[in-house]
Nanobody, 122 residues
Framework: EVQLQASGGGLKQAGGSLRLSCAASGFRFSDYVIGWFRQAPGKEREVVSCISHTDGHKYYVDSVKGRFTISSDNSKNTVYLQMNVLKPEDTARYYC???????????????WGQGTLVTVSN
């Protein structure tokens, strides 16, 4: 069974940091791109960052460039999202999935977990 479990969210003040984890199982991790997405209340889900396991390329949406860093530990089948200098506009539920609209030539798995909630206060 394909599973992607996001964790690590919480409540932080603006300027703080969080590290999200995406633990994957049930598929060959190294064959797929992993994307982090977020959805704020009343807004559409947006892609935040992606990492390709085929060539190591990384993508970041403009609003998080320089603040967020995506990384992967293949030995643990886990992708991380280090989020620094958090802003209130980063408040959202964050999800990971084996897909990325920016890397649409990569194979994908349309599975979504429960996500993890990130709340950033002023």
């Amino acid at each position: 069974e394909v599973q992607l479990q996001a964790s690590g969210g919480g409540l932080k003040q603006a300027g703080g940091s969080l590290r999200l984890s995406c633990a994957a199982s049930g598929f060959r991790f190294s064959d797929y791109v992993i994307g982090w997405f977020r959805q704020a209340p009343g807004k559409e889900r947006e892609v935040v960052s992606c990492i390709s396991h085929t060539d190591g390329h990384k993508y970041y949406v403009d609003s998080v460039k320089g603040r967020f860093t995506i990384s992967s530990d293949n030995s643990k089948n886990t992708v991380y999202l280090q989020m620094n200098v958090l802003k209130p506009e980063d408040t959202a539920r964050y999800y990971c999935s084996a897909q990325c609209p920016v890397y649409n030539w990569e194979p994908t798995l349309d599975q979504w977990g429960q996500g993890t909630l990130v709340t950033v206060s002023n």
